[in-house]
């Protein structure tokens, strides 16, 4: 039974006709939550002024899921919906920086935070061009488009989804490869015109099923000469 709460913080303006972001956290059932998932939530901050309802999601199924929480901020009128995943860990300041670059790029559909892969060495989760894989080539801060990106820490213009017919998620096969529920959204958006763009400032941690904690490697090009840690990642 899948189960969508919308809850909104009472300081952020009540309830009634909503126009502000929609958190929508997917929890797959009998999948561990993480502590540092739960800290990176509890901390994370709203732009000033904008009004905030948290969207849960427990269902199996990554696309019902995700197509749950979307129909709920469709519902409830809400101008922006922020995914973050289970197993994902976003800096306290994800959403507030996320925000800010879409709202300098008005014409895109979607803006990810930079996600890496359960593996050693941790490679991003950034690719320019379809089978050319992870894509290394840029510094910590810098924005720029995405020919798709990652749902794990990803904020979505509803706007643009308003334009797009369902469905909106979809697994499948594709040139005999696999393709994910977001590689079918970020590809809907983008074929429709909405740009989804990469937010180079904003680098998550990733936890594996073991606890393991993957991060950007420090020495990493695109970190290399920049001050970053993971604890500004759990929001400490």
């Known amino acids: 039974m899948a189960v969508v709460s919308m809850k909104p913080r009472s300081e952020a303006g009540g309830n009634g006709n909503w126009s502000g972001v929609g958190i929508g956290l997917c929890y797959m059932p009998g999948r561990q939550v993480w502590p540092e998932h739960e800290v990176a939530m509890m901390s994370l901050a709203t732009p000033i002024g904008m009004k905030r309802a948290i969207l849960a999601c427990t269902i199996n199924g990554i696309c019902k899921a995700r197509t749950l929480i979307i129909r709920a901020a469709l519902e409830n009128k809400l101008e922006y919906v922020l995914f973050v995943d289970?197993?994902?860990?976003?800096?306290?300041?994800?959403?507030?920086?996320?925000?800010?670059?879409?709202?300098?790029?008005?014409?895109?559909?979607?803006?990810?935070?930079?996600?890496?892969?359960?593996?050693?060495?941790?490679?991003?989760?950034?690719?320019?061009?379809?089978?050319?894989?992870?894509?290394?080539?840029?510094?910590?801060?810098?924005?720029?488009?995405?020919?798709?990106?990652?749902?794990?820490?990803?904020?979505?213009?509803?706007?643009?989804?308003?334009?797009?017919?369902?469905?909106?998620?979809?697994?499948?096969?594709?040139?005999?490869?696999?393709?994910?529920?977001?590689?079918?959204?970020?590809?809907?958006?983008?074929?429709?015109?909405?740009?989804?763009?990469?937010?180079?400032?904003?680098?998550?941690?990733?936890?594996?099923?073991?606890?393991?904690?993957?991060?950007?490697?420090?020495?990493?090009?695109?970190l290399k000469g920049a001050e970053f840690t993971r604890d500004s990642a759990i929001g400490t």
């Open 86 to 222: 289970d197993d994902v860990v976003p800096p306290a300041s994800a959403l507030c920086n996320l925000f800010y670059t879409m709202q300098q790029n008005p014409g895109c559909g979607a803006v990810s935070a930079v996600q890496v892969s359960k593996e050693n060495p941790p490679q991003p989760l950034v690719w320019l061009r379809e089978s050319a894989g992870p894509h290394w080539n840029w510094k910590l801060g810098d924005v720029f488009p995405v020919y798709y990106a990652p749902a794990g820490c990803l904020l979505v213009r509803m706007d643009a989804v308003r334009r797009l017919p369902e469905p909106w998620f979809l697994l499948g096969q594709q040139d005999g490869g696999a393709f994910g529920e977001d590689y079918y959204f970020c590809r809907k958006l983008i074929d429709a015109g909405f740009p989804v763009l990469m937010d180079g400032g904003i680098v998550c941690s990733h936890i594996a099923a073991d606890g393991a904690i993957y991060d950007l490697p420090p020495d990493s090009f695109p």
